[in-house]
T-cell receptor
Framework: AQSVTQLDSQVPVFEEAPVELRCNYS??????LFWYVQYPNQGLQLLLK??????LVESINGFEAEFNKSQTSFHLRKPSVHISDTAEYFC????????????FGTGTQLKVEL | NAGVTQTPKFHILKTGQSMTLQCAQD?????LSWYRQDPGMGLRRIHY???????DKGEVPDGYNVSRSNTEDFPLRLESAAPSQTSVYFC????????????FGPGTRLTVT
Protein backbone atom coordinates (compact mmCIF):
# COMPACT_ATOMS: atom_id res chain seq x y z
CA ALA A 1 0.00 0.00 0.00
CA GLN A 2 1.11 3.54 -0.70
CA SER A 3 1.52 5.65 2.40
CA VAL A 4 3.39 8.56 3.93
CA THR A 5 4.71 8.47 7.47
CA GLN A 6 5.82 11.30 9.70
CA LEU A 7 6.79 9.58 12.92
CA ASP A 8 7.31 12.73 14.99
CA SER A 9 4.10 14.56 15.81
CA GLN A 10 5.95 17.26 17.75
CA VAL A 11 9.54 18.45 17.68
CA PRO A 12 10.64 21.05 20.25
CA VAL A 13 13.95 22.75 19.57
CA PHE A 14 15.83 25.77 20.85
CA GLU A 15 16.47 28.73 18.58
CA GLU A 16 19.65 28.48 16.51
CA ALA A 17 19.79 24.70 16.99
CA PRO A 18 19.63 22.33 14.01
CA VAL A 19 16.49 20.35 13.28
CA GLU A 20 15.48 17.36 11.19
CA LEU A 21 11.86 16.44 10.46
CA ARG A 22 11.49 12.92 9.19
CA CYS A 23 9.36 11.69 6.32
CA ASN A 24 9.21 8.18 4.92
CA TYR A 25 6.97 6.79 2.24
CA SER A 26 5.96 3.36 1.04
CA UNK A 27 5.65 2.83 -2.70
CA UNK A 28 6.51 0.50 -5.56
CA UNK A 29 6.22 3.29 -8.15
CA UNK A 30 8.09 6.49 -8.75
CA UNK A 31 7.21 9.45 -6.58
CA UNK A 32 7.24 13.21 -6.47
CA LEU A 33 7.91 14.65 -3.02
CA PHE A 34 6.86 17.83 -1.28
CA TRP A 35 7.09 19.62 2.02
CA TYR A 36 4.34 22.07 2.93
CA VAL A 37 4.38 24.48 5.88
CA GLN A 38 1.33 25.72 7.76
CA TYR A 39 1.79 28.74 10.02
CA PRO A 40 -0.80 29.21 12.78
CA ASN A 41 -4.28 29.95 11.44
CA GLN A 42 -3.11 29.95 7.83
CA GLY A 43 -3.34 27.69 4.81
CA LEU A 44 -0.59 25.45 3.51
CA GLN A 45 2.35 26.88 1.61
CA LEU A 46 4.70 24.87 -0.55
CA LEU A 47 8.15 24.88 1.06
CA LEU A 48 10.09 22.74 -1.40
CA LYS A 49 9.65 19.93 -3.88
CA UNK A 50 11.51 17.13 -5.57
CA UNK A 51 10.35 16.18 -9.04
CA UNK A 52 13.58 15.02 -10.69
CA UNK A 53 17.27 15.86 -10.96
CA UNK A 54 19.39 16.67 -7.92
CA UNK A 55 18.25 14.75 -4.88
CA LEU A 56 19.04 17.70 -2.61
CA VAL A 57 16.52 20.53 -2.82
CA GLU A 58 16.53 23.82 -0.97
CA SER A 59 14.01 26.45 0.01
CA ILE A 60 14.53 30.20 0.09
CA ASN A 61 14.41 30.33 3.90
CA GLY A 62 17.22 27.88 4.62
CA PHE A 63 15.43 24.53 4.72
CA GLU A 64 16.66 21.63 2.65
CA ALA A 65 15.48 18.10 1.98
CA GLU A 66 17.18 15.13 0.42
CA PHE A 67 15.46 12.39 -1.54
CA ASN A 68 16.90 9.03 -0.57
CA LYS A 69 15.42 6.40 -2.84
CA SER A 70 16.98 3.41 -1.09
CA GLN A 71 15.67 4.58 2.29
CA THR A 72 12.38 5.85 0.77
CA SER A 73 12.83 9.03 2.73
CA PHE A 74 12.61 12.77 2.23
CA HIS A 75 13.74 14.30 5.53
CA LEU A 76 13.60 18.06 6.04
CA ARG A 77 16.54 19.79 7.70
CA LYS A 78 17.62 23.23 8.77
CA PRO A 79 21.03 23.92 10.33
CA SER A 80 19.84 26.80 12.53
CA VAL A 81 16.17 27.44 13.27
CA HIS A 82 14.51 30.73 14.08
CA ILE A 83 11.52 31.42 16.27
CA SER A 84 9.58 32.29 13.10
CA ASP A 85 9.98 28.70 11.88
CA THR A 86 7.42 27.58 14.45
CA ALA A 87 4.72 25.93 12.35
CA GLU A 88 3.33 22.58 11.31
CA TYR A 89 5.16 20.82 8.52
CA PHE A 90 3.53 18.31 6.21
CA CYS A 91 5.29 15.86 3.95
CA UNK A 92 3.28 14.99 0.85
CA UNK A 93 3.80 12.53 -1.97
CA UNK A 94 2.42 12.07 -5.47
CA UNK A 95 2.62 8.44 -6.51
CA UNK A 96 3.04 8.28 -10.29
CA UNK A 97 0.05 6.93 -12.13
CA UNK A 98 -2.36 8.64 -9.74
CA UNK A 99 -2.67 11.98 -11.53
CA UNK A 100 -1.62 14.75 -9.18
CA UNK A 101 -3.29 13.40 -6.06
CA UNK A 102 -1.32 14.46 -3.00
CA UNK A 103 -1.05 11.96 -0.16
CA PHE A 104 -0.18 13.76 3.06
CA GLY A 105 1.61 12.65 6.17
CA THR A 106 0.04 13.43 9.52
CA GLY A 107 2.22 16.47 10.10
CA THR A 108 4.99 17.48 12.51
CA GLN A 109 4.56 20.45 14.80
CA LEU A 110 7.88 22.29 15.07
CA LYS A 111 8.07 24.48 18.14
CA VAL A 112 11.09 26.73 18.38
CA GLU A 113 11.84 28.00 21.87
CA LEU A 114 14.11 30.80 23.09
CA ASN B 1 -4.15 38.02 -8.26
CA ALA B 2 -5.90 37.03 -5.05
CA GLY B 3 -5.02 33.37 -5.65
CA VAL B 4 -7.37 30.92 -3.94
CA THR B 5 -10.00 32.47 -1.70
CA GLN B 6 -12.38 30.71 0.67
CA THR B 7 -15.43 31.91 2.55
CA PRO B 8 -16.39 31.91 5.32
CA LYS B 9 -13.33 31.67 7.54
CA PHE B 10 -15.26 30.27 10.47
CA HIS B 11 -18.75 28.83 10.90
CA ILE B 12 -20.77 26.96 13.47
CA LEU B 13 -23.52 24.69 12.19
CA LYS B 14 -26.09 22.57 13.97
CA THR B 15 -26.50 18.89 13.19
CA GLY B 16 -28.80 18.43 10.22
CA GLN B 17 -28.35 21.92 8.82
CA SER B 18 -26.99 22.50 5.35
CA MET B 19 -24.22 24.80 4.24
CA THR B 20 -22.07 25.69 1.24
CA LEU B 21 -18.37 26.44 1.57
CA GLN B 22 -17.15 28.71 -1.18
CA CYS B 23 -13.88 28.42 -3.10
CA ALA B 24 -12.77 30.71 -5.89
CA GLN B 25 -9.52 31.06 -7.81
CA ASP B 26 -8.44 33.77 -10.23
CA UNK B 27 -5.36 32.08 -11.70
CA UNK B 28 -7.25 30.36 -14.53
CA UNK B 29 -6.39 27.01 -13.00
CA UNK B 30 -8.27 24.00 -14.30
CA UNK B 31 -7.72 21.61 -11.43
CA LEU B 32 -9.42 22.21 -8.08
CA SER B 33 -9.63 20.03 -4.97
CA TRP B 34 -11.27 20.10 -1.58
CA TYR B 35 -9.41 18.70 1.43
CA ARG B 36 -10.31 18.32 5.06
CA GLN B 37 -7.71 18.55 7.81
CA ASP B 38 -8.18 16.67 11.06
CA PRO B 39 -5.72 16.37 13.96
CA GLY B 40 -3.35 13.44 13.58
CA MET B 41 -4.68 12.61 10.11
CA GLY B 42 -3.08 15.16 7.82
CA LEU B 43 -5.15 16.31 4.85
CA ARG B 44 -7.52 14.05 2.98
CA ARG B 45 -9.09 14.86 -0.37
CA ILE B 46 -12.88 15.04 -0.47
CA HIS B 47 -13.69 15.84 -4.11
CA TYR B 48 -11.86 17.26 -7.06
CA UNK B 49 -12.51 18.70 -10.50
CA UNK B 50 -10.28 18.65 -13.56
CA UNK B 51 -12.34 21.18 -15.50
CA UNK B 52 -15.69 22.96 -15.51
CA UNK B 53 -18.48 20.40 -15.65
CA UNK B 54 -16.29 17.50 -14.47
CA UNK B 55 -16.05 16.39 -10.84
CA ASP B 56 -14.90 13.21 -9.13
CA LYS B 57 -14.72 11.68 -5.68
CA GLY B 58 -11.64 11.73 -3.50
CA GLU B 59 -10.80 9.64 -0.45
CA VAL B 60 -13.59 10.85 1.86
CA PRO B 61 -16.55 12.02 -0.28
CA ASP B 62 -19.47 10.81 1.85
CA GLY B 63 -21.72 13.60 3.09
CA TYR B 64 -20.38 16.17 0.64
CA ASN B 65 -21.41 17.37 -2.82
CA VAL B 66 -19.59 19.58 -5.29
CA SER B 67 -20.35 21.31 -8.55
CA ARG B 68 -18.21 23.13 -11.11
CA SER B 69 -20.18 25.40 -13.39
CA ASN B 70 -17.21 27.58 -14.39
CA THR B 71 -13.43 27.70 -14.12
CA GLU B 72 -13.27 30.01 -11.13
CA ASP B 73 -15.65 28.54 -8.54
CA PHE B 74 -15.80 25.19 -6.79
CA PRO B 75 -18.35 25.18 -3.94
CA LEU B 76 -18.54 22.35 -1.41
CA ARG B 77 -21.98 21.57 -0.04
CA LEU B 78 -22.92 19.79 3.15
CA GLU B 79 -26.56 18.76 2.78
CA SER B 80 -27.13 17.52 6.33
CA ALA B 81 -24.22 18.30 8.59
CA ALA B 82 -22.95 15.82 11.18
CA PRO B 83 -20.53 16.33 14.10
CA SER B 84 -18.02 14.11 12.24
CA GLN B 85 -17.76 16.88 9.66
CA THR B 86 -16.22 19.25 12.18
CA SER B 87 -12.91 20.03 10.52
CA VAL B 88 -10.82 22.60 8.72
CA TYR B 89 -11.53 22.62 5.00
CA PHE B 90 -9.04 23.68 2.37
CA CYS B 91 -9.50 24.31 -1.31
CA UNK B 92 -6.47 23.88 -3.56
CA UNK B 93 -5.82 24.60 -7.21
CA UNK B 94 -3.26 23.69 -9.84
CA UNK B 95 -2.95 24.50 -13.50
CA UNK B 96 -4.05 21.09 -14.70
CA UNK B 97 -4.00 17.40 -13.86
CA UNK B 98 -0.33 17.05 -14.76
CA UNK B 99 0.83 19.98 -12.65
CA UNK B 100 2.34 18.89 -9.40
CA UNK B 101 2.29 22.20 -7.56
CA UNK B 102 -0.94 23.00 -5.74
CA UNK B 103 -1.92 26.33 -4.23
CA PHE B 104 -4.00 26.25 -1.06
CA GLY B 105 -6.62 28.68 0.17
CA PRO B 106 -6.62 29.99 3.76
CA GLY B 107 -9.19 27.44 4.95
CA THR B 108 -12.63 27.35 6.54
CA ARG B 109 -12.92 26.17 10.14
CA LEU B 110 -16.30 24.45 10.51
CA THR B 111 -17.80 23.25 13.76
CA VAL B 112 -20.92 21.07 13.76
CA THR B 113 -22.68 20.89 17.13
Amino acid sequence: AQSVTQLDSQVPVFEEAPVELRCNYSSSVSVYLFWYVQYPNQGLQLLLKYLSGSTLVESINGFEAEFNKSQTSFHLRKPSVHISDTAEYFCAVIFTGGGNKLTFGTGTQLKVEL
Amino acid sequence: NAGVTQTPKFHILKTGQSMTLQCAQDMNHGYLSWYRQDPGMGLRRIHYSVAAGITDKGEVPDGYNVSRSNTEDFPLRLESAAPSQTSVYFCASSTDRSSYEQYFGPGTRLTVT
